[in-house]
């Protein structure tokens, strides 16, 4: 037995197995060739950040573009930064937004797959099989250097204007005869396990990023630390071991473990791993005083995915929104096939910006009205009647009330080849369906200015006497232009553009008047069907309400 093999086994009496027999236990995948796994391996900190479920996104479509598979892995080595149910929160989080993993941990509870363990902190054996081979054949070394001997380092690095770092002569327990670690390690000493690194700052290593592009950067040269001294692996030695153990083709991660990949390539290289495809997903940004900023945790409500929740935006709005800033062909493809499930889309990385995108509140609204509008009469009653369940009390009592009465305001105009796109989320609900209900339509309006208070009072009392509540469209309008000259208005407005003084206005002023006393509003879906929805005795009382308003104030506000 060689002394680095005696130095492998006091440090790790316990671990028995090898590489091999790990190699044996998580073979390569049977898929087809050309097939992807990629992954998601967040921290069980309870909060689905807008960041992680983008990276989720991206590594399930890129999966899923090439028949593959997309797991999750979750990365609980830090203790300080799990919460209680964390995992399943994220998890919960990933579900609702349609990313669903096909191994590791799909949803809350239930984890599947033979390349697990799924949880980093039940893998400590599995690490510790890697670390005691590399020590065995001298690529690894215990380091006994306490923080103030650390310290005390990198003061004299800085002293003498050089890179801080365990690394070259600053590597003091490099230079330690492996008897000397040995008596250490048996005289029951605390240490850390590092990295023998082969690098040098001198060369250099090229990489292509799937995402950046071409990469150069200097070789790693730093002996890194791979286990603590608790013996939890850091997230080097553990990405390198998992991502290999589980087969992972493709790494895309944020774009902050950028500088890492020399490390990274060199600990695959040092395990005698086929290193992955990496590709680096650039941040999601808000601009912020002209300037470019990372979504911040603390800062930004929408950093996190709840945020979205509460506001009431469809799951597929913010998704949709997400392919929009991954893919920059997705805007002209959705254009092409508006109708189309978003799984048609041909995904492609060389598509992905190499730069940070702006996170567009605008565009999101916009994008999620095309998405909403796209929805038919019942997933948005249903979807709205859910959310006000959890964040509008009152609104849905009013929902509540009447189910079919409240498809009814969300069929209006719904279908066609051109949907309104009045909702971006469903906390513009209250406000766009106040007047269908008597508890929220408070009367209020305004006329326009060219329309006098007594004509219109004429036009309301006029057209009380024509209403009649069965008809469709068409004869509604018909009745309105019908009534329009014996009240000085006129029926067409192309006529009435003509030659505007003999007349008070033209049928749409009429119409007008009428949505203003019925609705409150001077911008509505179509009126006919409000009416219709709203019944008879409803229109007809808000019509005298209007009128008497108008009558006292001259307006009716
Ligand atoms: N746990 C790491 C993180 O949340 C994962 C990074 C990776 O994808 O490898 O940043």
């Not at 950040?49 to 593959?68: E, F, R």
């Not at 054949?137 to 923080?147: K, T, V």
């Not at 929009?324 to 189309?340: G, K, L, Q, V, Y």
């Amino acid at each position: 037995m060689t002394a680095c093999e005696k130095l492998a086994n006091a440090m790790f009496p316990d671990v028995t197995l090898t590489p091999e027999d790990l190699e044996n236990t998580y073979p390569p995948r049977q898929l087809k060739e050309g097939a992807r796994v990629t992954r998601i391996p967040p921290s069980p900190t309870g909060y689905l950040h807008l960041g992680v479920l983008y990276s989720a996104m991206v590594n399930k479509l890129t999966a899923d573009a090439s028949g593959g598979l997309f797991y999750f892995r979750l990365e609980d080595t830090d203790s300080k930064r799990e919460v209680q149910g964390g995992a399943e929160d994220i998890l919960r989080g990933l579900n609702a937004y349609g990313i669903t993993p096909q191994e590791g941990f799909v949803a809350p509870g239930v984890v599947q797959g033979d390349y697990g363990p799924y949880r980093q902190s039940e893998r400590a054996g599995i690490y510790h099989v890697y670390a005691k081979s590399l020590v065995a054949q001298g690529l690894a070394y215990p380091c006994f250097c306490s923080e103030e001997e650390r310290q005390a380092a990198r003061q004299r690095q800085e002293a003498a204007k050089v890179r801080t770092g365990y690394y070259g002569e600053y590597a003091l327990c490099r230079r330690l005869t492996t008897e000397e670690a040995l008596s250490r390690v048996q005289a029951g000493e605390s240490y850390v396990v590092r990295l023998r690194s082969p690098g040098s700052e001198e060369r250099r290593i090229q990489f292509d990023d799937l995402i950046k592009g071409k990469i150069e950067m200097p070789e790693n040269d730093e002996d890194i630390v791979l286990l603590k001294s608790d013996g939890i692996p850091t997230y080097h030695f553990a990405h390198a071991v998992d991502d290999h153990l589980m087969r992972t083709t493709h790494v895309l991660r944020g774009d902050e473990w950028i500088s890492s990949v020399p490390k990274h390539l060199q600990l695959f290289r040092v395990l005698g791993f086929k290193p992955p495809k990496y590709g680096h997903i650039s941040p999601i940004m808000k601009l912020e005083n002209g300037g470019k900023r990372k979504l911040s945790k603390r800062k930004d409500p929408e950093a996190a995915v709840h945020y979205f929740v509460q506001q009431g935006y469809p799951a597929g709005s913010v998704i949709e929104y997400l392919m929009t800033i991954a893919a920059s062909d997705f805007e002209d493809w959705r254009r092409r096939n508006p109708d189309a499930s978003r799984a048609a889309f041909p995904f492609t990385l060389k598509k992905m910006s190499p730069s940070g995108a702006l996170f567009d509140p605008d565009k999101l609204n916009d994008v999620s009205k095309a998405v909403i509008s796209r929805m038919d009469a019942d997933e948005v009653a249903q979807a709205v009647t859910a959310w006000a369940a959890e964040y509008a009390p009152d609104f849905h009592a009013l929902l509540a009330r009447d189910p079919a009465f409240t498809r009814g305001i969300f069929a209006i105009d719904r279908g066609g080849s051109k949907p309104r796109k009045d909702l971006a989320k469903w906390a513009d609900a209250p406000d766009f369906a106040a007047y269908f209900f008597d508890e929220t339509f408070d009367g209020a309006f305004a006329l326009p200015e060219h329309i006098a208070p007594a004509d219109a009072t004429a036009v309301l009392a006029a057209y009380k006497g024509v209403y009649d509540p069965a008809q469709d469209k068409q004869a509604w309008f018909q009745a309105i232009k019908d009534l329009a000259p014996s009240l000085g208005f006129c029926p067409e407005v192309k006529e009435y553009k003509k030659n505007p003084d003999g007349y008070k206005g033209h049928a749409g002023d009429m119409s007008t008047i009428l949505r203003l006393a019925v609705t409150g509003r001077a911008n509505t879906p179509d009126l006919c069907s409000i009416m219709q929805l709203l019944g008879r005795e409803r229109v007809l009382s808000r019509i005298d309400r209007a009128i008497q308003r108008i009558d006292r104030a001259g307006c009716a506000e």
